[in-house]
């Protein structure tokens, strides 16, 4: 290997930061609190304490690794120990070879940033330094510790007891007290010492137990002896790296305890090593609420307990309660006595002190939180009120519900079971109880958040970055109001709102997913405004008598003063709300527990020198090495953690390339836990002869290029969050595009232009601020009247669960009643008056003719709206009088909507009707003029298309295609549908039954991909993305993979069971264009990629390692076929037949006959039938050759009205070619189907607005098209 490294650093994710020994100084001990002790005084004596000693990683530098005659004395030498400098003690230099290096000053160690030395003695001695009279029992407390920056580091601290001795002296070089015999001592005096290991990880648990392991040695061993065993334990944790995220949890043997170390879930999850449900055993399920409100509304919090430990215990799980928000105020668990000033602080925190204190600082303190771990009480400081609200009282009464089904107390499962005879078994067993039930508290609180913020996202633009919290608080109940307006006024909100904009995917996302309604996940899909379904207005009805009352207020400044029912009032304890309707949808979510696993970490062995530690580390590379080679393929979440620990011990080892090629592993098994600044900081050291050895290595080659093209100083995201205001300017078009997005009211840019003419009609083009907050009050005051629509059960029976009404007209008389016009996405029908009962009109599938006419009545002329229905003789009359003009325009929409939906079989049509409608309804509202109806009329989109451009969906086309679906919808613009992957069902174990549906997986551009449940063409999984560029092709692997190629070369591996992206293949070098399938009867599939540099690899689907590799002479591959054997490979000139190790058998060129047309392959198509199908870039026709001579010139099939050809992929025995061509006078997407035995084509379908991109077959009973981005829709197509 190449030479080692520059320097030895310091174990990157090691456990330990500092390790300290605190106590008495012992001038104080000689002074006359002793003398007071011998002279029977009662009570403690205080004490001032500070640092003794200090232990800072690396224990073993550079310059240890000399030859080992060396070795041994230096290491010896080598206390990383820091002294009071008053004390100035004499530092031993060693016995080490003459001239030998010289061991650090004690005074120059390098202390990590947040650990103050000067705090640390009051922290580790809170309650003071007390000299006692008999032995104490031994404990242990947690600190938390904040630097500058608000970096955490977390501290342990052992406190235990030794007798003092009369006497001390120096013992090589440094102070230690010794007994001088029996009558020497000073019987019944006992000094408390501590012991404080600092981390970067809250390994509470874990470092409580290490540091019960270390006490059994300090209480017994001499008094010269202390140091040694507490830098032997500082080096062993110093030496254990803290797991990777995953189900890895490390195991070490600090006899005679097994200590483990556990990871954290996810990159996003905290590192939980304490007991979550210690608050639940303090406080009642209302009080939990209480403290969560206080900490959701940011209050100044102060914990009280007369245990140290669990003061900060109790934070922390708070702290975890609110994964994944995060209290972003100063957070200090534990102030001694020195530290109360803190508490005056006028911003907001969450402290604790020692109940001795809660008297002094509830008199002396205003506005705080009293919280009384011991007897589960909350007070408030001064006995003043502090306006703490209720958190919203549905999710306080499901969350109250959950937690009185949770199983507290670990005894009552042990009561069937003997007892353990074996201590780390029975700790094991106890362990494996705690990490489920912490499971059930995480899911639960998270279900908490989730039912509390879930419709903040109802409220975001992502596109511009706003949140409009005036209409988020006007959705909610009245009750619940005061405390959504404190909440979003929080730093922890702002902070939760960026992440929602950035659509960042972590626990609160996927629960929200999780747990959504099929309502929601179907208006996932739709452009129109969203009202209360028929089945919402039910559910609501039979909940009235226990539901809160949700009356939805308006937005217009001008309804101020409605009256609204008050709520009772509802009293600070959250009592307990019988609520026995609600049902098992209250029960903790039955979460399995998620598999861990366990790595034994190897035996330390001493002396501390550094043969020894590499020696240890290279006992950890060959355990790992071992663990790795019994580990399945398939198992590659568990090999990544793996990869990500050899890779640093290798490290440690100074094997730089070694650590870089088992970090480049990562890729390939779990990219979440790659570390990058880690690899930038090692490729950065890399020696000149390594770093040419890398360069001659590809696996690395790539990855050193990545970090090296990093930028530096890379501009920053804007990741600001805009609350929703009003403009106060005019606006031009682009600036009203904008606005109108910002508001939420309308995303589509197409809309919103025609929007813009309708209400500049007749003006300059621009619209000033009165007009628009105008025109927004009139849709939110439309919003609010749909919201209050509530039909009888009667009515409701008539229509289908997932109708909304729309809009309901002024009381008129009709030729069928009084009554009330109702519009809803499907039909009209009237409301009637009196008794309220329900009369069809007509569903607007059946309409056949609207008009608006004038009916005389004496000598009054009354606008009437006529209806003539297909399937009735009778035609509808309605006397609207001034809304008939505006009627006329909505109906006749809705009907040219309706029809086209019909034509298109795209339902969005509907949809975007509504939204027309509504819009229409909103501009009337506004301009309030007799010119508000030709205004109006601008968005009358589909009537007019309908009535100017009559043109009929062809019959073939029509017969063929079965159904469209948009992946753009929610978007500002239509996006093009780069790739298409359908994907069979599976009743895999390994996924629910629901989610074993067959998948439309969608690729849009900039690596997004959208994947929907090809049994019901709803969404299943909103976007999310795979890189940053455009994503060429998609085939699925092993059932269970689907594998995506991008323009930015890498190769993207979707898992389909937890629908992520954690794995990436970054061998090619050029863009991928192809990616080619072999299913592997028993063995693994093999999967065979190409990029554009004529690169062709093949790859193991299982271990995804590089099985075969080739490079096609003449480069620039389009794409690989499978066929008989062979790779057929296609590049500009030629196609070329090749044998699976690349040596080429055949070759068509682009000879002669193609000359003229100065033209290069784009693409082909093999048939069974030994028929080779190829297009030629940008010519209208598809050339036929016989694979039993390719020498024989092709049958060239010209193709009608077409521009030219996309794409073509082969069903059944025919040949589906998308392309660019003429229907009616127009460009556009246009598919051919041929009969490959005929050569001829059958049928022509009029497929999109624009170009065919991509065609994908779906079981072969199915072809599936997609578009450009002039439509970005997806076509489903029947096969004959």
């Not at 080739?1110 to 590049?1131: E, Y």
Request: glycine residues 6%; proline residues 6%; contains cysteine.
């Amino acid at each position: 290997m190449a030479e080692a490294a520059p320097h030895h650093p310091a174990l990157p994710s090691g456990l330990l930061e500092l390790c300290a020994l605190l106590g008495a100084p012992r001038d104080s001990l000689r002074g006359p609190e002793q003398v007071a002790q011998r002279k029977g005084v009662k009570g403690p004596s205080s004490l001032d304490p500070e640092v003794l000693s200090v232990f800072v990683p690396p224990f073993v530098t550079k310059e240890d690794s000399q030859p080992a005659a060396n070795c041994m004395t230096l290491g010896k030498n080598r206390k990383r120990s820091f002294r009071k400098k008053r004390e100035r003690p004499r530092v031993e230099l060693g016995k080490g070879v003459p001239g030998g290096p010289r061991g650090p000053d004690p005074e120059d160690v390098s202390i990590p940033n947040g650990v103050d030395l000067l705090a640390l003695p009051q922290l580790c001695f809170p309650g003071g330094l007390c000299v006692a009279s008999e032995p104490r029992e031994d404990c242990v407390h947690f600190l938390v510790l904040t630097d500058v920056c608000g970096n955490r580091t977390y501290g342990v601290v052992a406190q235990y007891y030794r007798p003092l001795h009369d006497e001390y002296f120096f013992y090589n070089g440094k102070t230690h007290w010794e007994a001088l015999g029996p009558g020497g001592s000073a019987a019944g005096c006992f000094v408390p010492f501590a012991v404080c290991v600092v981390s970067r990880f809250p390994y509470y648990n874990a470092l409580k137990d290490c540091l019960s392991c270390l006490l059994t040695h300090l209480k017994f061993c001499k008094d010269f002896e202390v140091d040694n065993h507490i830098k032997d334990f500082a080096v062993k944790l110093s030496l254990i790296p803290s797991p990777p995220p995953g189900p890895l949890h490390l195991i070490f043997n600090m006899k005679p305890l097994q200590i483990v170390f556990p990871s954290r879930a996810d990159p996003e999850s905290p590192l939980i090593d304490l007991d979550l449900h210690l608050p639940l055993l303090c406080f009642r399920p209302e009080k939990v609420l209480q403290i969560l409100t206080c900490l959701l509304t940011e209050q100044r919090i102060v914990f009280f307990s007369s245990s140290w430990a669990l003061l900060t215990l109790v934070a922390e799980c708070f702290m975890a309660y609110l994964h994944p928000l995060q209290w972003q105020h100063t957070f200090v668990p534990i102030l001694s006595g020195q530290m109360l000033d803190f508490l005056m602080a006028p911003t907001s925190f969450l402290m604790g002190c020692h109940l001795d204190h809660f008297e002094e600082v509830s008199k002396e303190a205003d506005g705080l939180i009293l919280i009384n771990i011991d007897n589960g009480n909350i007070t408030y400081s001064n006995d003043e009120e502090v306006d703490v609200p209720d958190i919203p009282l549905l999710a306080a009464q499901t969350f109250i519900q959950r937690v009185q089904s949770l199983q507290l107390h670990h005894e009552l499962d042990l009561a069937h079971l003997c007892t353990s005879t074996d201590v780390n078994e029975g700790r094991a067993s106890r362990r494996a109880w705690q990490q489920r039930l912490n499971g059930q508290i995480q899911q639960l609180t998270l279900q908490l958040l989730v039912s509390i913020f879930r419709e903040v996202k109802n409220h975001l633009n992502y596109e511009h970055r706003v949140f409009n919290s005036e209409e988020f608080l006007k959705t909610r109940a009245l009750g619940d109001q005061q405390f959504y307006k404190q909440v979003l006024d929080t730093y922890m909100f702002h902070a939760f709102l960026k992440a929602r904009l950035s659509r960042r995917m972590d626990a609160f996302a996927q629960m929200d997913l999780h747990t959504q309604s099929e309502e929601d996940r179907i208006n996932g899909m739709l452009l129109s405004p969203r009202r209360p379904t028929i089945e919402k207005m039910a559910s609501r009805k039979s909940l009235a008598p226990h539901a809160a009352h949700r009356r939805m207020v308006v937005s217009m400044p001008n309804l101020h003063d409605i009256a609204v029912p008050e709520l009772p009032p509802r009293n600070s304890s959250l009592r307990k709300i019988q609520t026995a309707e609600c049902g098992s949808s209250r029960a903790v979510l039955d979460v399995p527990p998620k598999s861990t696993y366990t790595f034994k970490i190897p035996e330390i062995h001493f002396p501390l020198v550094a043969q020894c530690v590499q020696a240890f580390y290279a006992d950890c590379v060959a355990q790992l090495s071992k663990a790795m080679g019994s580990l399945a393929p398939e198992n590659s979440v568990l090999l990544a953690r793996y990869f990500y620990l050899r890779g640093l011990v290798q490290l440690m080892q100074g094997q730089l390339l070694g650590a870089l090629l088992d970090f480049q592993s990562l890729y390939k098994t779990d990219v979440r836990v790659f570390p990058a600044d880690l690899v930038q900081t090692t490729v950065e050291s890399l020696s000149t002869p390594e770093r040419t050895q890398a360069e001659c290595m590809p696996e690395l080659r790539r990855l050193i290029s990545e970090v090296m093209d990093r930028p530096v100083d890379a501009p920053k995201a804007d990741d600001r969050v805009k609350n929703f205001e009003l403009p106060r300017k005019h606006m031009q078009l682009d600036d009203f595009v904008k606005r109108v997005q910002e508001s939420g009211i309308v995303k589509d840019s197409g809309v919103i232009h025609r929007l813009f003419e309708a209400l500049t009609v007749g003006h300059q083009k621009q619209i000033d601020p009165e007009t628009f907050k105008d025109f927004y009050n009139c849709w939110k005051e439309a919003e609010a009247e749909a919201q209050e629509v509530s039909l009888p059960l009667s009515v409701m029976e008539q229509l289908d669960k997932n109708e909304c009404v729309y809009k309901l007209s002024r009381s008129v008389k009709t030729n069928r009643g009084v009554g009330k016009i109702a519009m809803t996405q499907k039909r009209l029908f009237l409301l009637t008056e009196g008794r309220p009962g329900y009369v069809e009109i007509s569903t607007f599938r059946n309409i056949e003719d609207v008009r608006s006419t004038m009916a005389t009545f004496l000598l009054l002329r009354i606008p009437m709206l006529k209806i003539k229905m297909a399937s009735k003789k009778e035609v509808f009359e309605a006397n609207l009088k001034t809304e008939c003009d505006l009627w006329h325009l909505m109906v006749k929409e809705m009907w040219a909507g309706r029809k086209l939906a019909d034509d298109h079989k795209d339902p969005q049509y509907v949809q975007q009707a509504l939204t027309h409608v509504l819009l229409m309804d909103a501009v009337v509202g506004t301009l309030q003029s007799p010119g508000a109806i030709y205004a109006a009329s601008k968005l009358s989109y589909f009537d007019r298309m309908k009535n100017e451009m009559p043109m009929a969906v062809p019959k073939t086309t029509s017969e063929t295609l079965k159904h469209k679906i948009n992946p753009s919808a929610g978007e500002t613009a239509p996006r093009a549908v780069d790739a298409l992957l359908y994907t069979p069902g599976h009743l895999d174990p390994a996924e629910k039954v629901e989610d074993a549906h067959p998948k439309l997986w969608c690729a849009l551009d900039e690596g997004k991909v959208i994947v929907f449940d090809a049994s019901s063409w709803t969404i299943h999984q909103h976007c999310f993305r795979v890189g940053t560029s455009r994503l060429n092709c998609m085939v699925m692997a092993e059932q269970s993979q689907v594998w995506v190629g991008s323009e930015d070369s890498v190769i993207y591996i979707i898992n389909v069971h937890s629908m992520s992206c954690n794995k990436q293949l970054t061998d090619h070098r050029s863009s991928i264009t192809g990616l080619a399938v072999q299913d592997g009867v028993q063995a693994p599939s093999t999967v065979y990629s190409c990029s554009a540099d004529g690169t062709v690899l093949a790859w193991n689907a299982s271990s995804l390692r590089v099985t075969g590799r080739f490079q096609v002479p003449s480069g620039g591959l389009l794409a690989i076929r499978l066929h008989d054997g062979r790779l057929w490979c296609c590049t500009g000139d030629s196609i070329l037949v090749v044998n699976m190790n690349g040596s080429p058998c055949q070759e068509l060129k682009i000879d002669g006959s193609f000359k003229e047309t100065g033209t290069s392959f784009l693409g082909f198509q093999l048939m069974p039938e030994e028929q080779l199908w190829v297009a030629c870039a940008g010519y209208p026709d598809v050339y036929v050759w016989s694979l039993q001579d390719l020498a024989q010139p092709p049958q060239r099939i010209h193709l009608q009205d077409c521009s030219e050809i996309n794409c073509m992929i082969r069903v059944k025995k025919q040949i589906w070619v998308g392309t660019t061509g003429l229907s009616q006078g127009r460009l556009k997407g246009k598919i051919y189907v041929m009969d490959a035995e005929r050569r001829t084509v059958e049928k022509e379908l009029v497929a999109h607005a624009d170009t065919v991109k991509t065609l994908c077959s779906a079981e072969d009973r199915y072809v599936l098209s997609g578009a450009g981005r002039e439509e970005g829709k997806i076509a489903i197509w029947k096969v004959e």
